[in-house]
T-cell receptor
């Protein structure tokens, strides 16, 4: 089956700096890679996703890159704000089943 | 447009009791997925259902756990004879058509505590 690894597990940045979270996956057949943000006690919410026929996607301060050859994908948050503080999960999917990383707890220090 | 609904939000059970968790997908969605999240861990896939069909239950423990999604009503995750290790947050997600590249939308979760 698929194995998704996510790093770092915790990340602290100063407000206004950038944050980068990286994930690797093992199954080359995976073709959909969503990123979810989960605030404490809340549901995971999709923030951005990328499909295997695309190398990069951007939505305002958030961007995701995908390297299919190396089987890794990354989340980039620029100009971080305190409200970006949350746990971020990457996932890889090839047949409906999402395989999640173990999460990155991001803290943005005002 | 109501999102994915789950109830109860919190459930306390004693060891040996049964837990029933309910999930109503988003309007227009006929595919439901259940995930378990242990404290400070990621989400682990349990089961994928369509109306009246279990499509993939490869992540579900073989004993004590069952899931259904009847023609009418919510999807139900049932845990019999709960043990302390079942304490976790259980999330369901739904999608419109079950396509492999389709976003899954999550409900607020049910936090199960087994005493």
């Amino acid at each position: 089956g698929e194995n998704v690894e996510q790093h770092p597990s915790t990340l602290s940045v100063q407000e206004g700096d950038s944050a980068v979270i990286k994930c690797t996956y093992s199954d080359s057949a995976s073709n959909y890679f969503p990123w979810y943000k989960q605030e404490l006690g809340k549901r995971p919410q999709l923030i951005i996703d990328i499909r295997s026929n695309v190398g990069e996607k951007k939505d305002q301060r958030i961007a995701v890159t995908l390297n299919k050859t190396a089987k890794h994908f990354s989340l980039h948050i620029t100009e971080t704000q305190p409200e970006d503080s949350a746990v971020y999960f990457c996932a890889a999917s090839r047949s409906n089943q999402f395989y999640f990383g173990t999460g990155t707890s991001l803290t943005v220090i005002p | 447009n109501a999102g994915v609904m789950q109830n109860p939000r919190h459930l306390v059970r004693r060891r040996g009791q049964e837990a029933r968790l309910r999930c109503s997908p988003m309007k227009g969605h006929s595919h439901v997925y259940w995930y378990r999240q242990l404290p400070e861990e990621g989400l682990k896939f349990m089961v994928y259902l369509q109306k009246e069909n279990i499509i993939d239950e490869s992540g579900m423990p073989k004993e004590r756990f069952s899931a259904e999604f009847p023609k009418e009503g919510p999807s139900i995750l049932r845990i019999q004879q709960v043990v302390r290790g079942d304490s976790a947050a259980y999330f369901c997600a739904s999608s419109p058509s079950g396509s492999a590249e389709e976003t899954q939308y999550f409900g607020p979760g049910t936090r199960l505590l087994v005493l």
